[in-house]
């Protein structure tokens, strides 16, 4: 999920009978049920992350030139984790999103079971754990590596190792066979807007997707009844300092419901609904019907397939 700073309202959550539900499954993820590690260690392993500055394994050239929260280390959501608690950047809204997809749109049913998700833009990994409490195979790609390794070590403490598998890929890097026609569901939310290719983005999710295969896509957007996206890019900061490395921003394009609608559907989608805007918010499905082609002109990567 995205790297956005501040921590979201939560109160459109009550309406969300799913939620209760996903809680729930979340409790399996405490110090409890580790596996191979004590509680004592898995602690220390994850605090010891948490405000630690690192662009080396990133490998930026410039690291002024890059995200505040690639750089410096944030955890990504709530969590209780029996002996301790960490306060993540989003909350729960990795859970309130995932009940969103179940109860507002019903795109998403609750028992996952022989199903494969894809989880672009992963973060800690507080989606993939709940994926995975609902019984799907779960890969997840998170372009920041310190985040992807991150991740993984949590689900390698739950004894996870062979149902979550985290890659450090970025979403255009994604072009493998073993993720062509490869998944049931792509989980697609607060990555899109940051992206400066979003058509691109949307293809290589419909190319990873099985015929029958279903998106569900979250992003922010703009209220307007036009098929438009503002452009914001780098240069744009909504809050925080550059000396705490805690702004937000660096986001490219923000679409409005019909731009979102008509991007999905013109990277070969079908069955598009969009809702909202909520709070500046998009949400949406789409389904894979069948592969088909669209259109080769101006493609900025020419022979995706």
Request: aromatic letters at 8%; proline letters at 4%; charged letters at 25%.
């Amino acid at each position: 999920m995205s790297l956005d700073t501040a921590r979201p309202d939560s109160a459109t959550a009550d309406h969300l009978p799913a939620l209760d539900a996903l809680r729930g499954l979340m409790r399996r993820f405490t110090t409890d049920h580790l596996v191979g590690i004590t509680p004592e260690d898995f602690q220390h392993s994850l605090l010891a992350r948490i405000g630690t500055i690192d662009s080396d394994v990133e490998g930026y050239d410039d690291p002024a030139r890059q995200r505040d929260l690639s750089i410096k280390f944030r955890f990504g959501h709530d969590h209780d984790f029996g002996a301790f608690k960490l306060d993540g950047q989003m909350g729960q809204r990795h859970l309130e999103l995932l009940a969103s997809f179940i109860d507002r749109l019903g795109a998403l049913p609750t028992d996952l079971t022989g199903k494969r998700v894809l989880d672009i833009g992963c973060w800690t990994g507080g989606a993939c754990l709940a994926l995975a409490a609902m019984g799907a195979q779960v890969v997840a790609i998170e372009e920041v590596r310190k985040y992807a390794t991150c991740a993984q070590d949590i689900a390698n403490a739950f004894g996870l190792q062979d149902q979550i598998r985290v890659l450090p890929l970025s979403l255009y890097e994604l072009t493998g066979e073993e993720h062509q026609d490869a998944y049931d569901y792509v989980l697609f939310a607060g990555v899109l807007y940051h992206l400066t290719d979003p058509v691109l983005a949307l293809r290589h999710c419909f190319n990873a997707l099985r015929d029958g295969g279903t998106c569900l896509i979250e992003t922010a957007g703009i209220d307007d009844q036009a098929s438009t996206c503002r452009y914001e890019g780098p240069g744009v900061f909504h809050a925080g300092s550059e000396s705490e490395l805690n702004r937000s921003g660096w986001n490219w394009f923000l679409p409005s419901a019909p731009a979102l609608r008509r991007m999905i559907a013109d990277a070969g989608f079908a069955d598009v609904h969009v809702q909202g805007p909520s709070d500046n918010r998009l949400l949406a499905r789409a389904r894979r019907d069948t592969h088909t082609d669209m259109l080769r002109a101006g493609l900025s990567v020419p022979h995706v397939r």
